[in-house]
Nanobody, 123 residues
Framework: LSHRSWSLGALVQPGGSLRLSCAAS????????IGWFRQAPGKERERVLC????????DLDSDVLGRFSGSRSNANNTAYLQMTGLKPEDTAVYHCAAHSSGFFCPSGGMNYWGKGTLVNVSS
């Protein structure tokens, strides 16, 4: 799984937006659930949201409700995390990961992990 951020890099001002993408290869992407996770400095990793193989996002963390959304293009083997209204507390390394269930994204049981992208929300 490889990451890419689409914006002026991974430094964003508070209130700004950023879309992360996650490109997959080597497995049947369209049958896997894709989870987005983040780990802030000094904190444990937390799940941001899970995108089922049908494209429906579930398990959104309460801190990102209404601000973040997930989507996927099975045709392009790519998943996306759209982030709006970014806050300094959203600063973290963001990872995508894949789970073979197609529905669940257990933090401790994902099959594949991307390396991560640092998102720094700062003025």
């Amino acid at each position: 799984l490889s990451h890419r951020s689409w914006s002026l890099g991974a430094l964003v001002q508070p209130g700004g937006s950023l879309r992360l993408s996650c490109a997959a290869s080597g497995f049947n992407f369209d049958t896997y659930a894709i989870g987005w996770f983040r780990q802030a400095p000094g904190k444990e990793r937390e799940r941001v949201l899970c995108i089922g193989r049908s494209g429906v996002s579930t398990d959104l963390d309460s801190d990102v409700l209404g601000r973040f959304s997930g989507s996927r293009s099975n045709a392009n083997n790519t998943a996306y995390l759209q982030m709006t209204g970014l806050k300094p507390e959203d600063t973290a390394v963001y990872h995508c990961a894949a789970h073979s269930s197609g529905f669940f994204c257990p933090s401790g049981g994902m099959n594949y992990w991307g390396k991560g992208t640092l998102v720094n929300v700062s003025s």
